[in-house]
T-cell receptor, first 113, second 114 residues
Framework: EPEVTQTPSHQVTQMGQEVILRCVPI?????FYWYRQILGQKVEFLVS????????KSEIFDDQFSVERPDGSNFTLKIRSTKLEDSAMYFC???????????FGPGTRLTVL | GNSVTQMEGPVTLSEEAFLTINCTYT??????LFWYVQYPGEGLQLLLK?????DKGSNKGFEATYRKETTSFHLEKGSVQVSDSAVYFC?????????????FGGGTRLMVKP
């Protein structure tokens, strides 16, 4: 069964460093999403992406964040200068056109020291 | 704005007990409602969904009914198993359009003991 994959599973970085989190959505899906979950808190929406552009973003998704679909299979989330409060589990999701069901990856745990 | 509130956990039950996890929502329109489950070390998996009032979503013995009058979508299962131990998330998506973001509740951890 096709699934969303994410790499790495755990990323440790120093404050101020740039990180790129990678996702491979399900191949025939055209809607892509990033969510995050700070430990002990709710899963929060960051951004949605369709047709090579951002379709929605939350107030969390400020200028430090960017997303890209660099090729036909990957979808990335970049944090330019990480802060301690960026430490969280980051989930990628994808959805097929015409279906109201998002499929999630296993997440990347980001730890900022 | 939209919000989802679900009962705090952990919920600890014995095998074969009846499960209810409460979920209520606030939305400006007519949302679609979802239950996601997260097993240890895995991502979120869609468990069931309902897209309009009075719809009942069901899967793997779990069910939830979309109650517009009480703005609720409580998750139930008649007889839980140890393998049901996981974190359960209630969520909504505004309207029924593809591409809409999900708003999640805080999650409820279920622990089922043999």
């Amino acid at each position: 069964e096709p699934e969303v994959t994410q790499t790495p599973s755990h990323q440790v970085t120093q404050m101020g460093q740039e990180v790129i989190l990678r996702c491979v959505p399900i191949s025939n899906h055209l809607y892509f999403y990033w969510y995050r979950q700070i430990l002990g808190q709710k899963v929060e929406f960051l951004v949605s992406f369709y047709n090579n552009e951002i379709s929605e973003k939350s107030e969390i998704f400020d200028d430090q964040f960017s997303v890209e679909r660099p090729d036909g299979s990957n979808f990335t989330l970049k944090i330019r200068s990480t802060k301690l409060e960026d430490s969280a589990m980051y989930f990628c999701a994808s959805m097929r056109t015409g279906y109201n069901e998002q499929f999630f990856g296993p997440g990347t745990r980001l730890t900022v020291l | 704005g939209n919000s989802v509130t679900q009962m705090e956990g952990p919920v600890t039950l014995s095998e074969e007990a009846f499960l209810t996890i409460n979920c209520t929502y606030t939305a400006t329109g007519y949302p679609s409602l979802f239950w996601y489950v997260q097993y240890p070390g895995e991502g979120l998996q869609l468990l069931l969904k309902a897209t309009k009032a009075d719809d009942k979503g069901s899967n793997k013995g779990f069910e939830a009914t979309y109650r517009k009058e009480t703005t609720s979508f409580h998750l139930e299962k008649g007889s839980v198993q140890v393998s049901d131990s996981a974190v359960y998330f209630c969520a909504l998506s505004e309207g029924n359009n593809a591409g809409n973001m999900l708003t999640f509740g805080g999650g409820t951890r279920l622990m089922v003991k043999p």
